[in-house]
């Protein structure tokens, strides 16, 4: 079966928490795309390089997760060669047989506007930034100030900008809890397995 899961939204909207499950309760390989970004902007030198070598190994490193990696990634993710040098791999992921979930920025847009689900999980720039400092601590302003950078980059540049496919459905995180969210991406693509 070949069964995509597209899951969109800008930084910290719980995209990665709900591809998880989602992933688990179907069996779906997931991949987090986020990370091929950070691994590029972690790897230093020549981004379209670093893109187009990137290795297993650069995406074992445990510093991917930090603030800095997040705005090193949305900074070479403008560059148009680093995305193409990342798309052929997301687009062979997506169509595999067995189902699979992706989670990024352009994954309904760009990567696989055929996915037969696509979600934009979003949530208010201060609630994205509160569970954030949950996970990292920190200074929670410092936090707020970061994500609303990357946001604006995100949906500021020219190449595959962050916008909810047409056909997406919007899933507004704000008020809800994790399950709750799961619950709701589980429901949308169970409707849209009844189809097939
Ligand atoms: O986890 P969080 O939502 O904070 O970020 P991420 O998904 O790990 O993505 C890090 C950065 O990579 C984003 O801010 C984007 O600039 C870039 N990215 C992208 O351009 N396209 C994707 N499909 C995924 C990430």
Redesign the pocket.
Known sequence: MIFTVAI??????G??TISRAVAARFGFAHL???????AV?AKGGDPVAAAEGLSAEDLARDD??TLE???A??????IPEV?AA?MAF?RRFARAEGGAV??????GTV?CPEAEVKLYVTASAEVRAHR?WLELGGDAAHILAE?QE??A??MG?AD?P?RPAADAVILDTSEMTVDEAVARAISVIETRMAQE
Request: hydrophobic share 40%; aromatic share 2%; net charge positive.
């Open positions: 969109d939204g800008p930084a910290a909207a995209k990665g987090d795309t986020g990370l091929l970004y950070r902007g991917l997760r990696a997040g705005q990634a949305s900074r070479v993710a403008v995305r990342l997301q992706l989670d990024g920025r352009d994954i990567i954030r994500v990357r946001d980059r995100d540049r595959a962050l």
